[in-house]
């Protein structure tokens, strides 16, 4: 009888603990590291930084030279799934001088924008991706700046609320509080 | 509680935490979920149709980005027309998936009809030198697009809207259903909780119950065992004896003590009290039953002692128990038993050492006094008489006093040994102190001058057993005591008169020269000198044949003479002719009778043989008289068939008379020597039957062949009806048995006729003839003396 009892208990615990929300493990490269690229050539202002203390310009190149990341995920989208490289969004608003900044309104060039709280970038190595498989993106393809989310390191990140929140075709961030 | 329950109580609680724990888990995990879908519908169908407003959106920038180029294709138009277009193609490439997956069956037309006009338009801004009238036509058609798109957009909205609404609802019923199981679970949860808190909650009590018998237990055990333990190292026997109504005795509880006194191990007597009786002594079962039964009876405590025999010692058990009676009928005694042999050893000393002198081992004088008063009182009753001879040792005194104490202590335990065995095992010798001794003879006769003889012969023997010489340290010693003897029985005597009478009488032997004896009664003296003499001229007469047989005829009821009774007579050369009433007592007592019987039997044989007046035809018996001390020796039975064939007698006829005193006597020895005379043909005959107590049982075992109705019972038959009805039964009697039954004394014709009537077979008496010479006696018919 206290065998049975004490199965009982096991079995219990086994399903609680299968039951609870799972975190499933991340696939290789889906965590965002550092890489090295050749460099770009210089060219037009592709981003805007701003806030109370100011504003900055940024061309690819210059954001590329705050640090190369790279990140393997896929996307909210169809097709959309592939190798990404850029700046992680946190360098570039350090950069920019708003390393505290609570909250910032990342602005597209067709008019999108969308608030992120600064859990977003403290969180997750969030990128602002200037390359896809290591070229350029076209403004066909969302580019030639967009916001990647570590989707596939983080189940949490697989939230309907994020779709938004992949901004495509930035231009600007407008620091909202700091 | 211990250490096992505190740890049963915790796994418990931890069984009970991950039950919750899981129950509460699952709900939340279902709820969660619930909510989030919930929360994520209105959000994905917002994403489709902003995906396409913003389709919408871009289309229409290019719409109109494309008319101001074809107004004014300057740089600056020119270079917002290619991001619109930019813009429409990737919402066109990105809405790829929301076409794929509409419902609405618009939407695939719509997407390849736009895909050819954004086609066509990349291929006009392909070419850098194209100009207005390249774009216009374009407008018109990108314009129609957008008008169906616009159409679409509505149409999607509101499917979107109709089903967001249908999934709502259907999110609202799978909320409804998750409550109502969430409340299940937890109502399940909480049953199974209480389930578990009952079932330890029973658990608990079962454990506290059985922990709570446990210890009722080892203490009902501890005392059983305590009490095991202090009966089975008590001495003695601690028992249970247990009587079932059906007569079933059982011993249901015994001590250990049971094996060390009775050698029985108590399993034996569980069973059967049978065991434990065969070991109480065969003399004791009976008192023991006897004192159960009267306690049961009484209910009351019983107390018996009584004797054990195993291993074939004996020793005596004192048992004290307590009766009580049980629900089924049953009795049980609660008791124990001690062993008591140590005390009553003791109590056996100490009336030894108050009653037999320590030395010799013989009864001291307040035994002797003891006794002596007894037998007064009963000899009293019953006229037996005894005698007391007081012996002294001669001399003594200069033994005791040369060679030592020790000497004189060995003198006196040999005389008490030869005294001891000088006399009879009822009678008494006792030792008065120093060097007296007095031994008492009992039973000696009824008259004095019998008893008086006997007398005389134990102390004449005693004399020459106490005469024969002594071993004592090596050496030969020779005394002698002297005797004096009184007689009692024949008046009311002291016991403390008798006593001096026979020391008296000592004082006259010692005064008479020592080493003699002397009777205190001078008239008991003279007597015993006479039988003395009598005996030694009784020894010459039948040396010089001075005795005669005489013999009285027999007849039947046809008046045949059948036989003759011989009878001795002493033709003294002074006295004349003495009976045997006056000689046979004496020579009985003295031996003497062992020659003179033997005599009469070969003369009786020897002349009857040779009978002139004999019927040849119907040759008569001879009756001959056997004394018990001619039956009893070991030669009897080659001395009678010696007599006759010495005297050339038939053995049929020879008939032995014997007497029923004889006949009692060890019977089974006497049935035997009767059984092997009766071989040659020899009969016998039962005397004066009647007088004595004789047992009928034994009467039909003995080989007999004629009873002897006695001559007291023939004389008064007529007058006396005890006598007659004796008479009457002894006849009765003779018939069933098959005996020939003869009177004796037969004197007058009325008794003949008396007892002729009754049956009687033959008669003998003055009527028909006195005893006289065989020569004398003639064969006559009794003619007058025929059959009724």
Same mark, same amino acid.
């Given at each position: 009888?206290?065998?049975?009892?004490?199965?009982?208990?096991?079995?219990?615990?086994?399903?609680?603990?299968?039951?609870?929300?799972?975190?499933?493990?991340?696939?290789?490269?889906?965590?965002?590291?550092?890489?090295?690229?050749?460099?770009?050539?210089?060219?037009?202002?592709?981003?805007?930084?701003?806030?109370?203390?100011?504003?900055?310009?940024?061309?690819?190149?210059?954001?590329?030279?705050?640090?190369?990341?790279?990140?393997?995920?896929?996307?909210?989208?169809?097709?959309?799934?592939?190798?990404?490289?850029?700046?992680?969004?946190?360098?570039?608003?350090?950069?920019?001088?708003?390393?505290?900044?609570?909250?910032?309104?990342?602005?597209?060039?067709?008019?999108?924008? =969308?608030?992120?709280?600064?859990?977003?970038?403290?969180?997750?190595?969030?990128?602002?991706?200037?390359?896809?498989?290591?070229?350029?993106?076209?403004?066909?393809?969302?580019?030639?700046?967009?916001?990647?989310?570590?989707?596939?390191?983080?189940?949490?990140?697989?939230?309907?609320?994020?779709?938004?929140?992949?901004?495509?075709?930035?231009?600007?961030?407008?620091?909202?509080?700091? | 509680?211990?250490?096992?329950?505190?740890?049963?109580?915790?796994?418990?609680?931890? @069984?009970?935490?991950?039950?919750?724990?899981?129950?509460?888990?699952?709900?939340?995990?279902?709820?969660?979920?619930?909510?989030?879908?919930?929360?994520?519908?209105?959000?994905?169908?917002? /994403?489709?149709?902003?995906?396409?407003?913003?389709?919408?959106?871009?289309?229409?920038?290019?719409?109109?980005?494309?008319?101001?180029?074809?107004? +004014?294709?300057?740089?600056?138009?020119?270079?917002?027309?290619?991001?619109?277009?930019?813009?429409?193609?990737?919402?066109?490439?990105?809405?790829?998936?929301?076409?794929?997956?509409?419902?609405?069956?618009?939407?695939?037309?719509? *997407?390849?009809?736009?895909?050819?006009?954004?086609?066509?338009?990349?291929?006009?801004?392909?070419?850098?030198?194209?100009?207005?009238?390249?774009?216009?036509?374009?407008?018109?058609?990108?314009?129609?697009?957008?008008?169906?798109?616009?159409? @679409?957009?509505?149409?999607?909205?509101?499917?979107?809207?109709?089903?967001?609404?249908?999934?709502?609802?259907?999110?609202?019923?799978?909320?409804?259903?998750?409550?109502?199981?969430?409340?299940?679970?937890?109502?399940?949860?909480?049953?199974?909780?209480?389930?578990?808190?009952?079932?330890?909650?029973?658990?608990?009590?079962?454990?506290?119950?059985?922990?709570?018998? *446990?210890?009722?237990?080892?203490?009902?055990?501890? @005392?059983?065992?305590?009490?095991?333990?202090?009966?089975?190292?008590?001495?003695?026997?601690?028992?249970?004896?247990?009587?079932?109504?059906?007569?079933?005795?059982? #011993?249901?509880?015994?001590?250990?003590?049971?094996?060390?006194?009775?050698?029985?191990?108590?399993?034996? +007597?569980?069973?059967?009290?049978?065991?434990?009786?065969?070991?109480?002594?065969?003399?004791?079962?009976?008192?023991?039953?006897?004192?159960?039964?009267?306690?049961?009876?009484?209910?009351?405590?019983?107390? #018996?002692?009584?004797?054990?025999?195993?291993?074939?010692?004996?020793?005596?058990?004192?048992?004290?128990?307590?009766?009580?009676?049980?629900?089924?009928?049953?009795?049980?005694?609660?008791?124990?038993?001690?062993?008591?042999?140590?005390?009553?050893?003791?109590?056996?000393?100490?009336?030894?050492?108050?009653?037999?002198?320590?030395?010799?081992?013989?009864?001291?004088?307040?035994?002797?006094?003891?006794?002596?008063?007894?037998?007064?009182?009963?000899?009293?009753?019953?006229?037996?008489?005894?005698?007391?001879?007081?012996?002294?040792?001669?001399?003594?005194?200069?033994?005791?006093?040369?060679?030592?104490?020790?000497?004189?202590?060995?003198?006196?335990?040999?005389?008490?040994?030869?005294?001891?065995?000088?006399?009879?095992?009822?009678?008494?010798?006792?030792?008065?102190?120093?060097?007296?001794?007095?031994?008492?003879?009992?039973?000696?006769?009824?008259?004095?001058?019998?008893?008086?003889?006997?007398?005389? =012969?134990?102390?004449?023997?005693?004399?020459?057993?106490?005469?024969?010489?002594?071993?004592?340290?090596?050496?030969?010693?020779?005394?002698?005591?002297?005797?004096?003897?009184?007689?009692?029985?024949?008046?009311?005597?002291?016991?403390?008169?008798?006593?001096?009478?026979?020391?008296?009488?000592?004082?006259?032997?010692?005064?008479?020269?020592?080493?003699?004896?002397?009777?205190?009664?001078?008239?008991?003296?003279?007597?015993?000198?006479?039988?003395?003499?009598?005996?030694?001229?009784?020894?010459?007469?039948?040396?010089?044949?001075?005795?005669?047989?005489?013999?009285?005829?027999?007849?039947?009821? #046809?008046?045949?003479?059948?036989?003759?009774?011989?009878?001795?007579?002493?033709?003294?050369?002074?006295?004349?002719?003495?009976?045997?009433?006056?000689?046979?007592?004496?020579?009985?007592?003295?031996?003497?009778?062992?020659? @003179?019987?033997?005599?009469?039997?070969?003369?009786? #044989?020897?002349?009857?043989?040779?009978?002139?007046?004999?019927?040849?035809?119907?040759?008569?018996?001879?009756?001959?008289?056997?004394?018990?001390?001619?039956?009893?020796?070991?030669?009897?039975?080659?001395?009678?068939?010696?007599?006759?064939?010495?005297?050339?007698?038939?053995?049929?006829?020879?008939?032995?008379?014997?007497?029923?005193?004889?006949?009692?006597?060890?019977?089974?020895?006497?049935?035997?020597?009767?059984?092997?005379?009766?071989?040659?043909?020899?009969?016998?005959?039962?005397?004066?039957?009647?007088?004595?107590?004789?047992?009928?049982?034994?009467?039909?075992?003995?080989?007999?062949?004629?009873?002897?109705?006695?001559?007291?019972?023939?004389?008064?038959?007529?007058?006396?009806?005890?006598?007659?009805?004796?008479?009457?039964?002894?006849?009765?009697?003779?018939?069933?048995?098959?005996?020939?039954?003869?009177?004796?004394?037969?004197?007058?014709?009325?008794?003949?006729?008396?007892?002729?009537? /009754?049956?009687?077979?033959?008669?003998?008496?003055?009527?028909?003839?006195?005893?006289?010479?065989?020569?004398?006696?003639?064969?006559?018919?009794?003619?007058?003396?025929?059959?009724?």
């Amino acid at each position: 009888m206290m065998l049975l009892r004490s199965s009982f208990a096991v079995l219990a615990l086994i399903l609680g603990a299968a039951l609870l929300p799972g975190r499933a493990l991340a696939a290789p490269g889906a965590v965002p590291a550092p890489v090295s690229l050749p460099a770009l050539p210089g060219g037009p202002v592709v981003l805007s930084v701003s806030g109370a203390g100011g504003e900055r310009h940024y061309s690819l190149a210059e954001l590329e030279a705050l640090g190369l990341w790279e990140v393997a995920t896929s996307t909210f989208w169809p097709g959309d799934e592939g190798v990404y490289q850029g700046a992680l969004l946190s360098a570039v608003l350090a950069d920019a001088g708003y390393a505290a900044a609570t909250a910032v309104r990342v602005s597209a060039l067709d008019g999108f924008s =969308q608030e992120l709280p600064r859990a977003d970038w403290t969180d997750w190595p969030l990128l602002l991706a200037t390359r896809r498989d290591a070229r350029p993106i076209g403004r066909r393809d969302k580019g030639p700046l967009r916001l990647v989310y570590p989707r596939d390191m983080d189940a949490a990140l697989h939230d309907t609320l994020y779709r938004l929140r992949w901004v495509w075709l930035v231009r600007r961030i407008e620091v909202l509080a700091d | 509680m211990g250490g096992a329950g505190r740890l049963r109580r915790h796994r418990f609680v931890l @069984l009970t935490a991950c039950v919750l724990l899981f129950v509460t888990g699952s709900v939340l995990h279902l709820w969660a979920n619930v909510s989030r879908i919930e929360a994520a519908l209105p959000l994905a169908s917002l /994403h489709k149709e902003r995906d396409f407003a913003a389709l919408l959106d871009d289309v229409g920038r290019l719409e109109a980005a494309l008319r101001l180029a074809a107004a +004014a294709p300057d740089a600056a138009h020119r270079e917002q027309l290619a991001f619109a277009l930019d813009l429409a193609i990737l919402r066109h490439r990105d809405n790829r998936g929301i076409y794929a997956d509409s419902a609405l069956p618009e939407v695939a037309p719509l *997407q390849e009809a736009l895909a050819a006009e954004l086609g066509a338009l990349d291929a006009v801004l392909e070419n850098p030198a194209a100009g207005p009238a390249d774009l216009l036509p374009l407008v018109e058609r990108v314009a129609a697009q957008l008008t169906r798109l616009k159409a @679409l957009n509505d149409r999607v909205f509101q499917h979107s809207m109709e089903q967001a609404s249908a999934q709502r609802t259907h999110l609202g019923r799978l909320r409804h259903t998750v409550s109502a199981m969430i409340v299940l679970l937890g109502a399940l949860g909480l049953a199974l909780a209480a389930l578990l808190l009952r079932q330890q909650r029973y658990i608990r009590e079962l454990t506290a119950r059985d922990l709570a018998l *446990q210890a009722a237990e080892h203490t009902q055990r501890e @005392l059983r065992e305590r009490l095991e333990r202090i009966a089975d190292n008590v001495p003695g026997v601690i028992f249970q004896y247990r009587e079932r109504p059906d007569g079933a005795a059982s #011993c249901p509880y015994a001590s250990r003590g049971l094996q060390e006194n009775f050698g029985l191990a108590p399993e034996e +007597a569980a069973a059967d009290a049978a065991a434990l009786f065969r070991t109480i002594h065969a003399d004791d079962r009976a008192k023991v039953q006897e004192s159960l039964r009267r306690s049961a009876q009484d209910m009351a405590p019983c107390q #018996c002692e009584y004797r054990v025999v195993h291993g074939g010692v004996e020793a005596w058990m004192s048992s004290h128990a307590t009766p009580q009676r049980e629900p089924d009928g049953s009795l049980l005694w609660h008791g124990y038993t001690y062993d008591v042999t140590r005390r009553r050893l003791a109590e056996e000393e100490i009336k030894h050492l108050a009653f037999y002198d320590p030395l010799t081992g013989l009864p001291n004088r307040r035994l002797l006094m003891d006794r002596l008063r007894q037998v007064l009182a009963a000899s009293g009753r019953s006229r037996a008489s005894g005698a007391l001879l007081f012996i002294d040792l001669d001399n003594f005194k200069t033994l005791n006093d040369t060679p030592g104490h020790d000497c004189g202590d060995i003198l006196l335990q040999q005389v008490a040994e030869r005294l001891r065995q000088s006399v009879r095992g009822g009678d008494t010798v006792a030792r008065l102190g120093g060097d007296e001794f007095v031994v008492m003879l009992q039973g000696l006769g009824e008259r004095q001058d019998e008893v008086a003889t006997h007398a005389e =012969q134990v102390g004449e023997k005693i004399l020459a057993v106490l005469n024969m010489p002594y071993l004592i340290g090596g050496q030969e010693y020779h005394g002698t005591p002297s005797i004096g003897v009184a007689l009692f029985g024949e008046h009311e005597q002291r016991v403390e008169e008798l006593l001096k009478r026979a020391d008296l009488a000592m004082y006259q032997a010692k005064e008479a020269g020592r080493n003699t004896l002397r009777f205190f009664d001078p008239a008991m003296q003279a007597l015993v000198a006479a039988h003395s003499a009598l005996e030694g001229e009784m020894r010459l007469a039948l040396r010089l044949g001075q005795f005669v047989l005489h013999y009285q005829p027999q007849y039947d009821g #046809c008046g045949t003479l059948i036989g003759v009774e011989a009878l001795v007579r002493w033709a003294h050369p002074e006295r004349g002719l003495i009976p045997p009433g006056e000689f046979i007592p004496l020579a009985e007592s003295g031996g003497l009778i062992l020659p @003179l019987g033997q005599w009469v039997l070969e003369t009786a #044989c020897a002349e009857l043989a040779r009978w002139p007046g004999a019927d040849e035809t119907r040759p008569p018996s001879v009756a001959v008289n056997v004394s018990a001390r001619q039956f009893r020796h070991p030669d009897f039975v080659d001395n009678v068939l010696g007599a006759l064939q010495r005297g050339g007698l038939s053995a049929q006829q020879l008939k032995l008379e014997l007497t029923e005193s004889l006949l009692l006597e060890n019977v089974e020895e006497t049935i035997a020597r009767m059984v092997q005379l009766k071989s040659h043909g020899v009969g016998f005959a039962l005397d004066d039957f009647g007088t004595g107590y004789s047992s009928l049982s034994y009467l039909k075992r003995l080989p007999l062949d004629q009873l002897k109705i006695d001559r007291s019972f023939v004389r008064d038959v007529l007058s006396d009806p005890n006598d007659a009805a004796i008479a009457r039964t002894v006849i009765a009697l003779g018939q069933t048995l098959g005996l020939y039954v003869l009177a004796e004394g037969v004197e007058t014709e009325a008794q003949r006729a008396f007892l002729v009537e /009754h049956g009687c077979h033959a008669f003998q008496g003055y009527l028909f003839g006195r005893p006289q010479p065989l020569e004398a006696l003639t064969v006559r018919q009794v003619p007058a003396l025929a059959l009724p």
